[in-house]
C-alpha cells in the first residue's frame, strides 16, 4: 500500500508578554521607526522566567491534537525543530511526549534553526510514507530570547519567542484524493556557517553562548535560496509557481519576503505575512503563520500551500501540500 501525509491539525501558542518596538527603545538605541523600516517588525512576544520550549511546544501540540480530533495516545511520531532545547539532552521532543502521555513509538529533537519546521515536513513525510509511523505530531518550539545579545540592536530587535505543531497522517494514496505533501526540497551549505550562528556550546565553551548575524549577507542568501528552492519544490511537485493559493514563508523580515516576491513575481495578496506581529520566531515561524491565516479564513480546505524558510547552517527548504 501507498501512503501519502495528509495534513490533520494545527495549532499555535505565544507567551502572553508582548515587547512592542516602543519598548525596546527604551532599553538599547533604537527606535520604532528604525525598527520597522528595516524590519517591518512593530512587536514580539517574550517568555516569560517559568516559560520554556516545551511548555510552548506542548500547549501548540495539544491545540494540533484538538484540530485533528486525535488522543496522544494516536501519536507514535513526535518530531520537534528547536535550536533552543530546554536540555542539552534528553529532546525535548521526549519531554513534550512525556508531558502529553503519548508514550509509544518515537520522539526526537531536529535542528535546522529557522528552516526547522519545513525540514520536519520532510523528515516526517518520508518516514510517513515509509511505514514508520501512522499519526505524526510535528512541533517547532523556540525561545530565542533566551540567546539574543540584548546589546545588539541589529539582531536583538528582530526575535521573539514562540510555537506551532501540526499533525500528519499516513493515509491511502488512493483515499487522500490528491491531498497531502506533494513535495519537499531540503538543502544546506555549511560553509555559511558563520554568518548566522550561536557563538558557544556544550563542546565548544562553558556557556549557552550568544545569536551573532550578519544580517546583509543573510539577506542575500535568503532571496536567492528561498526563490529556488520554491521554484525546484514546484516544478519536483508538476506545479507553477503561480499554481499556488498560498505561501506561508518564515518570517525573518519583511525586506526578505518583497525580495523573493518581486524575483517569482508572487503576488503579494498570496503572501502570509505576520513578522509584524511576531518578529522572527526561528522554527515556530512558519506554523504561528499558517495557524493565523488558517484561522481567520485565508487559507482552506482544498488550498495549494508552499512552505519555505531559511535558517543557521546555512540551511533552507520548501514543502507543498495540497489540503
Same mark, same amino acid.
Given at each position: 500500500?501507498?501512503?501519502?501525509?495528509?495534513?490533520?491539525?494545527?495549532?499555535?501558542?505565544?507567551?502572553?508578554?508582548?515587547?512592542?518596538?516602543?519598548?525596546?527603545?527604551?532599553?538599547?538605541?533604537?527606535?520604532?521607526?528604525?525598527?520597522?523600516?528595516?524590519?517591518?517588525?512593530?512587536?514580539?512576544?517574550?517568555?516569560?522566567?517559568?516559560?520554556?520550549?516545551?511548555?510552548?511546544?506542548?500547549?501548540?501540540?495539544?491545540?494540533?491534537?484538538?484540530?485533528?480530533?486525535?488522543?496522544?495516545?494516536?501519536?507514535?511520531?513526535?518530531?520537534?525543530?528547536?535550536?533552543?532545547?530546554?536540555?542539552?539532552?534528553?529532546?525535548?521532543?521526549?519531554?513534550?511526549?512525556?508531558?502529553?502521555?503519548?508514550?509509544?513509538?518515537?520522539?526526537?529533537?531536529?535542528?535546522?534553526?529557522?528552516?526547522?519546521?519545513?525540514?520536519?515536513?520532510?523528515?516526517?513525510?518520508?518516514?510517513?510514507?515509509?511505514?514508520?509511523?501512522?499519526?505524526?505530531?510535528?512541533?517547532?518550539?523556540?525561545?530565542?530570547?533566551?540567546?539574543?545579545?540584548?546589546?545588539?540592536?541589529?539582531?536583538?530587535?528582530?526575535?521573539?519567542?514562540?510555537?506551532?505543531?501540526?499533525?500528519?497522517?499516513?493515509?491511502?494514496?488512493?483515499?487522500?484524493?490528491?491531498?497531502?505533501?506533494?513535495?519537499? !526540497?531540503? +538543502?544546506?551549505?555549511?560553509?555559511?556557517?558563520?554568518?548566522?550562528?550561536? $557563538?558557544?556550546? &556544550?563542546?565548544? *565553551?562553558?556557556? #549557552?553562548?550568544?545569536?551573532?548575524?550578519?544580517?546583509?549577507? !543573510?539577506? +542575500?542568501?535568503?532571496?536567492?535560496?528561498?526563490?529556488?528552492?520554491?521554484? $525546484?519544490?514546484? &516544478?519536483?511537485? *508538476?506545479?507553477? #509557481?503561480?499554481?499556488?493559493?498560498?505561501?506561508?514563508?518564515?518570517?525573518?523580515?519583511?525586506?526578505?519576503?518583497?525580495?523573493?516576491?518581486?524575483?517569482?513575481?508572487?503576488?503579494?495578496?498570496?503572501?502570509?505575512?505576520?513578522?509584524?506581529?511576531?518578529?522572527?520566531?526561528?522554527?515556530?515561524?512558519?506554523?504561528?503563520?499558517?495557524?493565523?491565516?488558517?484561522?481567520?479564513?485565508?487559507?482552506?480546505?482544498?488550498?495549494?500551500?508552499?512552505?519555505?524558510?531559511?535558517?543557521?547552517?546555512?540551511?533552507?527548504?520548501?514543502?507543498?501540500?495540497?489540503?
Amino acid at each position: 500500500m501507498a501512503f501519502t501525509s495528509v495534513l490533520a491539525g494545527l495549532g499555535a501558542v505565544t507567551p502572553s508578554n508582548i515587547v512592542s518596538n516602543e519598548q525596546l527603545a527604551h532599553m538599547i538605541d533604537t527606535s520604532d521607526q528604525w525598527i520597522r523600516e528595516r524590519t517591518g517588525i512593530e512587536q514580539r512576544f517574550i517568555c516569560d522566567t517559568l516559560e520554556t520550549t516545551s511548555s510552548l511546544g506542548l500547549a501548540a501540540a495539544k491545540l494540533a491534537l484538538q484540530d485533528a480530533n486525535l488522543r496522544p495516545q494516536d501519536i507514535d511520531l513526535i518530531i520537534c525543530a528547536t535550536s533552543t532545547p530546554d536540555k542539552t539532552f534528553p529532546a525535548t521532543a521526549t519531554l513534550i511526549q512525556a508531558q502529553l502521555g503519548a508514550n509509544i513509538g518515537i520522539a526526537f529533537d531536529i535542528q535546522a534553526v529557522c528552516s526547522g519546521f519545513v525540514y520536519g515536513i520532510g523528515v516526517v513525510d518520508a518516514m510517513l510514507k515509509a511505514g514508520q509511523a501512522k499519526n505524526a505530531l510535528l512541533i517547532g518550539a523556540d525561545t530565542f530570547s533566551r540567546i539574543l545579545d540584548w546589546s545588539d540592536r541589529g539582531t536583538c530587535v528582530l526575535f521573539g519567542d514562540g510555537a506551532g505543531a501540526c499533525v500528519l497522517r499516513a493515509v491511502d494514496a488512493e483515499e487522500a484524493n490528491g491531498k497531502g505533501v506533494l513535495a519537499n !526540497v531540503l +538543502r544546506a551549505d555549511g560553509k555559511y556557517a558563520d554568518i548566522l550562528n550561536v $557563538d558557544s556550546g &556544550a563542546s565548544s *565553551g562553558s556557556r #549557552v553562548g550568544k545569536l551573532r548575524m550578519e544580517g546583509q549577507a !543573510v539577506f +542575500r542568501h535568503a532571496v536567492t535560496n528561498i526563490s529556488e528552492a520554491i521554484i $525546484d519544490c514546484c &516544478a519536483k511537485a *508538476g506545479k507553477s #509557481v503561480d499554481d499556488i493559493d498560498w505561501f506561508v514563508p518564515h518570517q525573518a523580515n519583511k525586506r526578505i519576503l518583497d525580495g523573493v516576491a518581486r524575483r517569482l513575481n508572487i503576488d503579494e495578496a498570496k503572501i502570509v505575512v505576520t513578522v509584524q506581529m511576531h518578529g522572527n520566531t526561528s522554527a515556530a515561524s512558519v506554523p504561528l503563520a499558517f495557524d493565523v491565516a488558517k484561522k481567520d479564513g485565508r487559507i482552506k480546505a482544498g488550498d495549494l500551500v508552499l512552505l519555505e524558510a531559511m535558517g543557521g547552517g546555512l540551511t533552507w527548504g520548501a514543502s507543498l501540500i495540497q489540503l
